[in-house]
């Protein structure tokens, strides 16, 4: 799903992840392959180019996307919506601030990634802080 306005993008996807860390299958490897189907509901593009704060085009984009998801696709995921935030690739000295003044909250960090996940599907804190 992809939603634009003339001065941002939002795009999500629910895409199938690789197997299993461990199973010695993953990324083409040889060893036991673990078939259980596993998904990721993801942000995979944030890009604000105008005044608006991003935090409220996030808020307001997060609930679109609650919002319209089963209009298109049936029903929501049962994943909950996350993004990563490549904290090498950008200049910001607070990586992820604008998604976590939308309501957001840290995962975890693995080296240079940090993960974000939105609020729970139904939750109200998409009041953010900024």
Known sequence: MVLVTP???WAVVRQRTPSARGTGAA?????TS???PRYVWRNMLFRNLGP???SELIRS???ETYRLWPTYYGTLPDERLRTEVDVKAIRSTNPGYCYRCAGWTVGERKGRKLFLYAPPIGATPLAGRG
């Open 7 to 9: 001065t941002a993008v």
């Open 27 to 31: 990324r083409g490897r040889s060893g």
């Open 34 to 36: 673990d078939d259980r």
């Open 52 to 54: 608006a704060l991003s």
């Open 61 to 63: 984009a997060t609930t």
